[in-house]
């Protein structure tokens, strides 16, 4: 059994920041990627950023300069700093896990979702 847990979202005005945190428990062997997605609504769930086990990252361009992901020290934890947000950015955010139990092959994993609205 693994689970996600997210915690951060919530109302900012633009220009604002969000810091958004995801906590990955469970019987977890070995976490080879962790990222963030969001879907606004009427739209398809989108990457957002990524950060794999070597520290290696890939954001989407629309948040290119702006958004930070980064690991915890404990790698089962990862962070989203959110800057000179946007209304185009009000969304629900998930956390994902690329990870393998130690009763399973590697397969991905979601969070709950964690809501950011952001007003003009």
Known sequence: QVQLVES???LVQAGGSLRLSCAA???IFSINAMGWYRQAPGKQRELVASINGGGSTNYADSVKGRFTISR????????LQMNSLKPEDTAVYYCNAELQTYYTLRADYWGQGTQVTVSS
């Open 72 to 79: 915890g020290n404990a790698k089962n934890t990862v962070y």
């Open 25 to 27: 428990s469970g019987s």
């Open 8 to 10: 951060g979202g919530g």
